[in-house]
């Protein structure tokens, strides 16, 4: 897995002017298009933010800082609560004053303005005040964190799905108008050529990045074709094809289940059967039985 710390300049001089980076469980982790970080320790802090090269999300999921946060001409205080999300747009420059109980748990992301294009196949400009709700949001944000920090069990291609989805949310309901369209060419060769790659290596890590670039495509660009193409996601597809796979190789008993699931792509047992089980309502050892 090609998680490796933050190489971002624009966020880690942020993050070297946050008296609290010590807060940051793990580290920030960084992808392609976007960063991931968990705080889960307090501690008042006072920072400037200068107009950052990527929009910044902070979701909390405890109750915690009591928070002061000018925004140019708009100011907001109080305290954060569970849901209720913070947003920094690129190139917006913000004061943070924050008063922290000693345990916080916030999960917090970074993205680059491209991915936002990408997604919504047209230039995007975030308009939304800085404190705002909304759960699916929120959701995402937690399952990308939990993801990141159990390990990345279910691969890359998971990871940039629940991303895609962030940007897409984001682009819909909280831009102002933009530019127009691109125009998006057919992409059904493009598509096919994909889905032979996952077919000949479903046990490979994929990323939308190294298949799009096998096609010539952004990653964004194909994760629409793709979807228009099969009605599917390409991460769905992906695991449509290991649990098929894993099926006939069950079937077939030459493998043991731990075998079995290595050479489909899944961390071990519990993560084949858990995938399995949702499939096809019982377990690998179910169909052994049989």
Known sequence: MSIIPSANDNYEAMAQRMKHIPRL???????????????KKG???????????????????VRGA?????QENLLQEGFLEPGQITLLPAERGAKWVAETPPLVDTVNLYLAPQLLTDVANRTVTLTR?????????????TLIADEVESGNPEGILYIETLVQAVAARLALYYA????????VLPGRAEVRTVIEIIHTSPAANHSLETLGSTVYLSASHLARLFRVETGKSVYAYLLETRLEKAH?????????????????GFCDSPHLARHFRRR?????RDLRRR
């Open 66 to 70: 009591r928070l002061q946060y000018r």
């Open 43 to 61: 501690g008042a802090f006072q920072m400037e933010t200068p107009g950052m090269a990527g929009h910044f999300l902070c979701f909390p999921r």
């Open 176 to 183: 102002e108008s933009a530019s127009v369209p691109k125009t």
């Open 129 to 141: 005040p800085p404190w705002f709700w909304d759960n699916p949001l929120s959701a995402l944000a």
């Open 25 to 39: 469980a793990g580290g920030i982790y960084s992808f392609a298009q976007f960063q991931v970080s968990r705080l």
């Open 248 to 264: 006939g190789l069950l079937a077939g008993r030459a493998l043991s289940v731990s075998e079995v699931s290595i050479e489909c």
């Open 280 to 284: 096809y309502g019982y377990s690998p």
